[in-house]
Nanobody, 123 residues
Framework: QVQLVESGGGLVQAGGSLRLSCAAS????????MAWFRQAPGKEREFVGG????????VYADSVKGRFTISRDNAKNTMTLQMNSLKPEDTAVYYC????????????????WGEGTLVTVSA
């Protein structure tokens, strides 16, 4: 049974930090490119960043570049999202997602999704 389970969300003040984790099971994690998406109330789900399966190359949305860092641990089947200098506009439900190998970072390309974890940044 495939599972992606996010954790680490919560309430933080603007300028603070949070670290999200995604625990994967039920598939061959090391062959999957993994990504974080987020969805704010009343808005479309958007790509935050991703880490490739082979070389762990990372890519980020412009809105988070320089503030967020994605990493993966294939030995533990986990991915993390370190979020620094958080802003109120970062408030959203954050989702972990994965697709086998590579081929783009669109939401429609992702094969597996987690249930999400809520991040709230107060002004």
């Amino acid at each position: 049974q495939v599972q992606l389970v996010e954790s680490g969300g919560g309430l933080v003040q603007a300028g603070g930090s949070l670290r999200l984790s995604c625990a994967a099971s039920g598939f061959t994690f090391r062959t999957y490119s993994m990504a974080w998406f987020r969805q704010a109330p009343g808005k479309e789900r958007e790509f935050v960043g991703g880490v490739s399966w082979l070389l762990s190359n990372t890519v980020y949305a412009d809105s988070v570049k320089g503030r967020f860092t994605i990493s993966r641990d294939n030995a533990k089947n986990t991915m993390t999202l370190q979020m620094n200098s958080l802003k109120p506009e970062d408030t959203a439900v954050y989702y972990c997602a994965g697709r086998e190998y590579t081929g783009g970072w669109s939401a429609s390309a992702m094969k597996y999704w987690g249930e999400g974890t809520l991040v709230t940044v107060s002004a």
